[in-house]
C-alpha cells in the first residue's frame, strides 16, 4: 500500500511565506519613499514664488549704496 500523503503547496511552505513577506515590506517602504518625495517636491514648488520675491527685493537700489540697514547694526550687543 502506498501512502496516500502529498507534499504541501508550495505556497504554504516557510521560505515562501518569508520571500512574500519581505517583497511587500520593501514595496510599501516605495510607496512611502515616493509619497515623501512627492511630498517635498510640492513644498518646494510653493517656496519658488517666494524666491522670485526676493530677488525682485534684492534688485531694489537703497540710499546708502544698496545695502540694507540691519537693526542690529546700531544696537550695541554686551559680550
Known amino acids: 500500500a502506498l501512502s496516500a ?15 512574500m513577506a519581505l517583497s511587500s515590506l520593501i514595496l510599501i517602504l516605495l510607496v512611502v519613499f515616493a509619497l515623501v518625495l512627492h511630498g517635498q517636491s510640492k513644498k518646494y514648488k510653493s517656496c519658488n514664488a517666494g524666491k522670485t520675491i526676493s530677488n525682485v527685493e534684492e534688485s531694489v537700489t537703497l540710499d546708502n549704496g544698496g545695502f540694507t540697514a540691519l537693526e542690529l547694526n546700531s544696537r550695541h550687543l554686551n559680550i
Open 5 to 19: 500523503q502529498t507534499e504541501a503547496p508550495f505556497y504554504e511552505e516557510w521560505w515562501f511565506l518569508l520571500v
